[in-house]
């Protein structure tokens, strides 16, 4: 099993990013998935979370109304769409099967808001 972010970056508070997780080595049409965040000095979140077949969405309420999770089945790609960034969006990204496999974490993708 492999699960691989990617597209973090340093943004300004007020811009958007995209990150993406690809999966490998596990049927990924058939997990709901999730986005979680781990900040500096912070235990890792929850973020959002996405059906097998996109129908059901639900989002913790810090990123409600500016994160967008969506899923391509075809290419086993997950994504965030980050709109209205804030510094304390600032973490590393990661992607997990819902529940959380422990041994699915991957390497994260660093997001940074910052002027």
């Known amino acids: 099993v492999q699960l691989v972010e990617s597209g973090g970056g340093l943004v300004q508070p007020g811009g958007s990013l995209r990150v993406f997780c690809t999966a490998s080595?596990?049927?990924?049409?058939?997990?709901?998935m999730g986005w979680f965040r781990q900040a500096p000095g912070k235990e890792r979140e929850f973020v959002a979370a996405i059906s097998w077949n996109s129908r059901l969405t639900n989002y913790a309420d810090s990123v409600k109304g500016r994160f967008t999770i969506s899923r391509d089945n075809a290419k086993n790609t997950v994504y965030l769409q980050m709109n209205s960034l804030k510094p304390e969006d600032t973490a590393v990204y990661y992607c997990n099967t819902r529940p959380v496999r422990s041994d699915y974490w991957g390497q994260g993708t660093q997001v940074t808001v910052s002027s």
């Open positions: 080595g596990f049927t990924f049409s058939s997990y709901t």
